[in-house]
């Protein structure tokens, strides 16, 4: 969920629901489970939009984030070779890839794209900057999942890993990347769920996941070792330009 300047709640998810409420809807109920995404009134007594997002395969909405001027950036995973795109970055992938869609205050669609490889991605959570450039993270098993200026390649394939964690930032338009960086080491990382990144006041993007990976690149670290166990927490910052 996000709140606008005005109160009003964004808010979305999943459904399986043929008969979920619907006003301006970009889409109708789609095979299996679809995307949703929903803004309510400040007193919680008006549908402003509300619509399904999806095509034929799985969608799932996991982060939203809303901008000064109302608009709406909502990422999460999507398993349909025909989700909706509207200038996007990428097409369809692959297995599952994440998406990034932006839409308008009244609920239209101003850009959306898939992002990912040929392997299984999907995005958890989304921040936007002051100038309107949504920072996505989440989980990659592609070798492939495309980068710009990045601060490492695919960690997980050295030691035949399955995931890193990657953060990537969007141009205003959508349809470039700012940067993209895979964020990992030899072993398994991910994002877990939502409320996965933040920025701070002067752009700075703060991440939290979990890892498995004992070499999790550190930097004037409050525990620079891997503690054991099944997993640790991780909590990173990285500066706004992506270094």
Known sequence: IAVD?????????????????????????????????????????????????????????YGVAVDASGAAYVAGETGSS???TLTPFQGDQGVSDAFVVKLSPGGQLVYATYLGGL?????????????GRAVVTGMTRSTGFPTQNPLMGPQ????????????????????????SNYLGGGNNENIEGRGGVALDGAGNIV??????????????ARQAAYGGGLADAFLARIRGDGS
């Open 82 to 84: 025909d989700f909706p």
């Open 5 to 61: 300047a005005a109160g009003n709640m964004i808010v979305t998810g999943m459904t399986p629901a043929t008969d979920f409420p619907t006003v301006n809807p970009l889409q109708t109920n789609q095979p299996g489970f679809d995307a949703f995404v929903a803004k309510i009134s400040a007193d919680s007594q008006t549908l402003l939009y509300a619509t399904y997002l999806g095509g034929a395969g799985s969608d799932e909405g």
């Open 156 to 179: 997980f394939a050295v030691n035949g890993a399955s995931s890193d964690a990657f953060v990537t930032q969007l141009s205003a338009d959508g349809q470039a990347l700012v940067f």
């Open 207 to 220: 991440v939290v996941g979990t890892t498995r990976s004992t070499d999790f690149p550190v930097a004037n």
């Open 119 to 131: 392997a299984i991605d999907g995005a958890r959570d989304v921040a936007v900057d002051d100038q």
